[in-house]
């Protein structure tokens, strides 16, 4: 199949729309079920090379958690601990699968932004991850491929129209890519950039000492920003994007959102949080919003009389700013990476309020020196990349 004809292409007044190979050759996917949209095909397609990326750069299983041509979350399969299982909301008992585990935790990283994703996966789709998905808001998922009963339980969801489609692991993209704008074609080489732990070895810091599981995380983060609307940064820890600031025109806007999703992904094991008591029977979406709100300086709008009783069997008690505070300053080891250099040290500063201990970004401001500086005043371990990695 060389062409895939689709409904129309980002809005519904943009027809004819199709996705096809210029070189005549065909399609290196199969649609198993649904019908997938255009900026479904665009979530597929970048999240896809994340994933594999990511899979070939750390050995372990990768997962991606996509909205809108950026992802919410990614991670790789390390085992889900007893909080993680809480936060998340998984009712499976026993041990999952390494790559149920990496998409659990990169939808769960964000899971507001995550409600009507677009999932991705770099190993074969199992029983353990559809199960899960089953469960969730989510438009489709693109994986290498899928075993009988995880086709046969995703055929299920959303009335038998979720999107399943299959890649083939061994496609290659061309060489050259081209785009046009305003009936203007743009050509560039196709990114083919690789990230690895040899990208991490120039330290400009004082402190030196970059342990393995921080540079995991540092691939994490530059892989996952690779496939992110520029500007971008994104924190993560153990081997978890637990923040992503997308397409922001200021630098110190991508890092302040960014570490605010991630302030709110450490509230959420708040142990008041995690006891919260919701109503029997309340859907996964309303309870991601409520915690959302509870955390927030808004706590008000799902405390107040009238809208607490739809949620929660009880009235909690809010978290003071106080409260919150001092339950952020206790998180430690956090990672962070940069699509392109830090101008100022004020990023660092931000940064390390978010328990950030690691940076890899590409360097190359008038005021590395300034960026340095504030590192170092923290005692954080900080690699200059020299690549940068804009993506639009």
Not at 33 to 52: E, T
Not at 187 to 214: C, D, M, Y
Not at 242 to 266: E, F, M, P, Y
Request: glycine share 8%; net charge negative; aromatic share 10%.
């Amino acid at each position: 199949m060389n062409e895939l004809e689709l409904k129309y292409g980002c809005n519904p007044n943009q027809k004819p729309s199709r996705i096809y190979m210029k070189d005549g050759s065909d399609l290196p996917i199969q649609v198993l079920n649904g019908k997938p949209g255009y900026i479904n095909f665009l979530d597929a397609f970048n999240s896809w090379q994340l994933v594999r990326e990511l899979k070939e750069a750390t050995g372990l299983p990768a997962a991606a958690s996509f909205k809108h041509v950026s992802p919410a979350g990614a991670a790789v399969g390390h085992p889900l601990t007893d909080t993680d299982r809480a936060m998340y909301f998984v009712e499976e008992e026993g041990e999952l699968s390494p790559i149920a585990c990496a998409y659990i935790r990169a939808r769960g990283a964000d899971r507001l932004c995550s409600y009507g994703d677009w999932a991705a996966l770099s190993d074969v789709c199992d029983a353990d991850v559809a199960r899960y998905l089953a469960k969730e808001v989510s438009d489709g998922i693109i994986a290498p491929g899928y075993t009988d009963e995880a086709l046969e339980i995703l055929k299920t969801k959303r009335k038998g129209s979720f999107n399943v489609v299959q890649i083939d692991p061994a496609y290659v993209p061309a060489e050259t890519e081209l785009k046009d704008v305003f009936g203007i074609t743009f050509e560039q080489g196709h990114n083919n950039f690789e990230i690895n732990e040899a990208l991490l070895e120039n330290v400009v810091t004082e402190n030196k000492e970059i342990p393995a599981s921080a540079k995991i995380d540092m691939i994490v983060a530059l892989i996952t920003l690779k496939y992110t609307q520029s500007n971008s940064v994104c924190y993560v820890k153990d081997g978890q994007a637990i923040g992503v600031g997308a397409g922001q025109q200021s630098r110190i806007h991508c890092t302040r959102l960014a570490g605010n999703k991630a302030d709110n992904w450490w509230l959420r094991q708040h142990p008041r949080v995690l006891a919260l008591p919701f109503v029997e029977g309340i859907r996964r979406p309303d309870r991601d919003n409520a915690i959302d709100v509870y955390i927030s300086d808004e706590w008000e709008d799902v405390l107040a009389d009238g809208e607490w009783q739809r949620v929660f069997a009880k009235r909690p008690e809010p978290l003071t700013r106080e409260e919150k505070k001092a339950w952020i300053a206790e998180m430690s080891g956090v990672t962070v990476g940069s699509d392109a250099f830090f101008p100022f040290g004020d990023n660092v500063e931000r940064a390390r309020k978010s328990g950030v201990a690691y940076i890899a970004e590409p360097g190359g401001s008038i005021r590395d020196d300034n960026v340095i500086e504030v590192a170092n005043k923290y005692g954080i371990a900080m690699a200059f990349t020299g690549m940068r990695l804009f993506h639009h």
